[in-house]
């Protein structure tokens, strides 16, 4: 059986389905246990498959291309444009100290010059493991954490630059002219498979193609013809693929065609990958390597070393305090994802030996359980003394000196909040609810700004702008009497403007408005994007907050029972939160009132982790003026987050979610279809918070 492909499938499929888990058990990293399983079934113990086999030798090939596109995919380009100096700063330390310290390592033990030259590519690449955790405490932000995830880009792409060159020289290119040809050819290949890949990307998403299955296999087109050019330009084939996604990153945005490609790569072939590896390990040069215990404990003290020697003399020189330095020494330390390729590929090639694999597997076990242990201790340093104290947004946070229990309960400010009126079915609900947003604490009142639009041109062709002028002026003196029976400040705004969402965006930009509130419109609007055309042409434009109420015809706005699911520890989830307190403070009358805070979190949690979580949400109802807020916090483990949400929601009100938004390749692009199809879904109604783009 384990000699026919099928079979062999079947088998890889089994270990991929059923170790993860045993390994999470033991809190290691799911690519130890993958590996431990490789040995196990492999030709030096069980004997189940052959590492040799046409079958898996073909899966785990696509497994190492998998796996360095999707570092490519993963990287936040934008946030590595914001600090791009210091990060390539950053970014040039690490790679030149661990550049050193491979080749030193090398020639110390009598290697030759092109292995040297691959234990310096070793040496120099990383993966930031702790970012999630990072991004679970809010502080993804701090300008060190953007510098070090930033360095990954520049130490990556050169480590993967030197490999190819390495591979190069190792093939006999030793001539001036073999060298400068294989410069060429790799920046040639370079140039063109950016190029091309963000050429093609861009064309699609000008021409709204959205079908999701047709997104997904150019992409995947993508990454086997950049992996398969790569090696026709002499160059490695991951590093065809790591280009390939950095490439696709420019230009694909969030949402579900970026989950299914790194879903498939995961879950299947990268696993595959580190069962292959796992074949090729021989216990018996494992049990050797002891004799060569000292090259091991040079490499973990190079890895270690020379990535502190980097962050230490980058955050002094960017004048960063201890817990940003440890902060940026934890990211840059676990070597894992290129690190393992470069080391396999090395491996194959005949250039590295059994006891260099070994010892970077002991490299990888070590900095991949220090790492993010280090990022724990130091982003928890770095929070506790002023948390978000500098955050813009609707919610500012306090965090009293009190060492044991340090409150971070919202702040609320009063709010100046513009509300476009067309439709007077929804124009009460969308005001009442504008009117429950506006206090701020101590009672103090902000404005409510009703806006009525008119478009010259369009009114034209109708043949009645006079009539429309005199409806929007109807419109909002119907607008200014629901202000006065709210007993809110009232002040209408009527705009002339050929674009709709743009005059929405400039209207609120000219009247500093702390928050844009509009309707989602009708159901039959909701299409691949979120709310619509002329919602999201005012998310693209808005300089402010966007909150799109979506009531269905039976919603009133007696929101009672309020569902707000909290994806981390941040002042975006606070804005959140805090609108539920706005909403819920003018219901509190009514008995049964309270706000629900949804936390789906990673099922690798522990009771610990659990509680400290159930913590950190109880802090912030801490509220020194008002009487008992009924908070309640209900903690799940994931996957199925839209499940789980929906299914939660049928026993509130209102849900408030909130859609993220970014730039790609210079184009604003709308939130994921993930946020659009659970709006759908809920039977309540809901409020989505879409920021602003930066």
């Not at 060190?144 to 995830?149: A, N």
């Not at 630059?161 to 400068?180: K, Q, S």
């Not at 009100?653 to 939130?671: E, F, H, T, W, Y």
Request: aromatic residues 6%; hydrophobic residues 50%.
């Amino acid at each position: 059986m384990m000699e026919h492909p099928l079979g062999i499938f079947a088998l890889l499929v089994a270990i991929a389905v059923l170790v993860p888990p045993l390994t999470r058990r033991l809190r290691l990293p799911d690519l130890v246990g993958l590996l431990a399983a490789g040995v196990l079934v492999g030709p030096h113990c069980l004997q189940w498959l052959d590492a040799q086999g046409e079958t898996i030798t073909l899966l785990s090939d696509i497994g190492a291309i998998y796996l360095l596109f999707t570092v490519g995919l993963e990287i936040d380009l934008e946030e590595f444009n914001r600090v791009k100096n210091r990060s390539v700063g950053f970014g040039l330390l690490v790679f030149g100290f661990g550049v050193a310290t491979g080749v030193g390592i090398g020639r110390l033990f009598g290697f030759p010059l092109v292995p040297s030259l691959l234990l310096g590519a070793l040496m120099a690449t990383h993966t930031p493991l702790g970012y999630p955790i990072v991004r679970s405490y809010g502080a993804q932000r701090d300008e060190s954490v953007i510098v070090s995830v930033g360095s990954t880009i520049l130490t990556d792409i050169a480590a993967l630059l030197l490999l190819a060159v390495a591979l190069g020289l190792g093939g006999g290119n030793l001539t001036a002219t073999g060298i400068t040809g294989l410069f060429a050819s790799i920046a040639i290949f370079s140039v063109g498979v950016v190029w091309a890949i963000r050429w093609l990307g861009r064309r699609l998403w000008m021409r709204s193609i959205t079908d999701e299955n047709r997104v997904f296999l150019t992409v995947l087109l993508a990454l086997f013809i950049a992996s398969l050019g790569a090696e026709l330009a002499g160059v490695e084939k991951i590093v065809g693929a790591f280009l390939a996604g950095l490439a696709v990153n420019s230009v694909l945005p969030e949402g579900r065609v970026k989950e299914q490609v790194i879903f498939v790569g995961g879950a299947l072939f990268i696993p595959i990958f580190f069962i292959h590896l796992g074949l090729l390990l021989n216990l018996g040069d494992l049990a050797a390597s002891v004799n060569t215990l000292d090259f091991t404990v040079l490499m973990l003290v190079g890895a270690l070393g020379c990535k502190a020697l980097a962050a230490l003399c980058a955050g002094r020189w960017f004048g960063y305090n201890n817990n940003q330095i440890l902060l940026m020494w934890s990211l840059a330390m676990p070597k894992v994802a290129a690190t393992l390729a470069t080391a396999f590929v090395g491996f194959q090639a005949g250039l590295l030996n059994a006891t260099v694999l070994n010892s970077v597997l002991a490299v990888m076990v070590v900095t991949a359980t220090l790492g993010p242990t280090l990022t724990t201790r130091s982003v928890v340093a770095l929070m506790e003394p002023d948390e978000d104290s500098s955050q813009p947004g609707l919610a500012s946070t306090t965090a009293p000196a009190s060492a044991t229990s340090p409150t971070r309960a919202v702040v609320r400010r009063p709010l100046n909040i513009v509300v476009p009126i067309a439709n007077p079915a929804t124009e009460g609900r969308l005001l009442t609810i504008a009117a429950r947003l506006l206090k701020g604490d101590d009672d103090q009142r902000g404005q409510l700004l009703p806006l009525a639009l008119v478009s010259p041109n369009l009114e034209d062709a109708r043949g009645g702008l006079n009539r429309a002028l005199a409806a929007a002026r109807e419109r909002l003196k119907e607008a200014s009497a629901i202000g006065n029976s709210l007993s809110v400040t009232t002040r209408c705004l009527l705009r002339l403007d050929e674009d709709i969402p743009g005059g929405m965006s400039r209207s609120a930009l000219e009247q500093s408005a702390d928050l844009l509130l509009i309707g989602a419109g009708r159901p039959d609007r909701l299409r691949n994007w979120l709310f619509g055309d002329l919602v999201d042409g005012v998310c693209r434009t808005a300089h402010c907050p966007v909150v799109v109420v979506n009531l269905n015809k039976e919603s009133n706005t007696g929101f009672r029972r309020i569902l707000v699911p909290i994806k981390d520890l941040s002042s975006n989830a606070r804005e959140q939160f805090e609108l539920a307190l706005r909403l819920q403070d003018s219901a509190s009358e009514t008995s049964d009132t309270h706000i629900t805070l949804l936390h789906i979190h990673d099922p690798r949690f522990n009771r610990h982790d659990r509680s400290w979580m159930r913590d950190e949400l109880l802090s912030w109802s801490s509220r020194g003026d008002a009487k008992a807020l009924d908070l309640r916090i209900e903690l799940c483990e994931g996957p199925g987050v839209d499940r789980i949400i929906h299914r939660k929601s049928r026993d509130h009100d209102l849900v408030i979610l909130r859609s993220q938004r970014r730039r790609v390749a210079g184009l604003p692009i709308p939130a994921s279809d993930r946020t659009s199809n659970l709006v759908n879904q809920l039977a309540c109604g809901s409020l989505v918070i879409s920021d602003p783009l930066l």
